[in-house]
């Protein structure tokens, strides 16, 4: 074992919470950022309903605003079997896919968030480029009406100190070594979208 003078820990200590006070800070900025766009789209509709009267048309009105809420690559209205859309969506049939598997999935959730809808809907892995990732709001709390948001998939390249999975022969020792047990490994990740920050939800 080798222990660090007090020095290095306290200067370690100091640094870290520099860092975590910043890291809350940012986080802290981003949630008033989706707020402040969440209220501009709510005013939007408010003073759209005075004029058109009708609040789904209202909703839509300004696509921009509508997708900026949360920052989606595109929307959707699924209200008493009508569906209306913004954006970069799936086909009207492959939305209505989606609801019927939120009804099935999840019966009675108000809000239902996923960056991994192919892992938890194989029979909607077509959909990759459109809606890898959703966000829905129910509508009626019956699984038939939804407000919906997309977001299309993200591939990541990660780089990690050795492979995780990579398994090990604790009886030979030539293979336990700094250089090749850690070497970098690459990892690309597919079918998943940017996940939905807890403020956007």
């Known amino acids: 074992p080798r222990r660090l003078p007090y020095e290095v820990r306290a200067a370690a200590g100091i640094l870290s919470e520099m860092v975590a006070t910043r890291l809350s800070a940012l986080e802290s900025l981003a949630a008033a950022q989706t707020e402040f766009l969440v209220r501009r789209l709510e005013q939007h509709v408010v003073d759209s309903l005075a004029t058109s009267g ?102 990541q390249t990660l780089r990690w100190g050795g492979d995780p999975r990579k398994p090990i022969d604790p009886n030979d020792p030539a293979h336990l070594s700094p250089r090749r047990s850690f070497a970098v490994w690459t990892e690309v990740t597919r079918g998943t979208s940017r996940p939905w920050t807890e403020a956007e939800e």
């Not at 209306?84 to 209505?96: K, W």
């Not at 459109?130 to 993200?154: E, K, N």
């Open 54 to 155: 009708d609040w789904r048309n209202a909703l839509f009105s300004s696509p921009k605003l509508l997708l900026q809420a949360v920052d989606a690559s595109g929307a959707a209205l699924v209200h008493e079997g009508e569906v209306l859309t913004a954006g970069d969506v799936p086909s009207s049939g492959d939305i209505r896919g989606i609801v019927r598997w939120l009804g099935e999935q999840h019966p009675g959730d108000q809000v239902v968030s996923t960056h991994r809808l192919i892992a938890q809907a194989p029979g909607l892995s077509h959909l990759l480029t459109s809606a890898a990732g959703v966000l829905a709001i129910s509508l009626s709390g019956r699984g038939r009406d939804y407000l919906l948001w997309f977001r299309p998939q993200q591939t």
